[in-house]
């Protein structure tokens, strides 16, 4: 679980410093959700 938390932390850090990812990674669980209906 701890490597699990290094990542998350690493990905905020990485959309804090990137707003132009932050947009990309926010959409993408919008597509998940939309192809798991």
Same mark, same amino acid.
């Given at each position: 679980?701890?490597?699990?938390?290094?990542?998350? *932390? /690493?990905?905020?850090? $990485?959309?804090? =410093?990137?707003? *132009? =990812?932050? /947009?990309?990674?926010? =959409?993408?669980? $919008? $597509?998940?959700?939309?192809?798991?209906?």
């Amino acid at each position: 679980m701890l490597s699990d938390i290094d990542d998350l *932390k /690493r990905q905020i850090e $990485v959309l804090a =410093t990137n707003p *132009k =990812t932050e /947009r990309d990674y926010l =959409t993408l669980p $919008v $597509v998940d959700l939309g192809g798991a209906q």
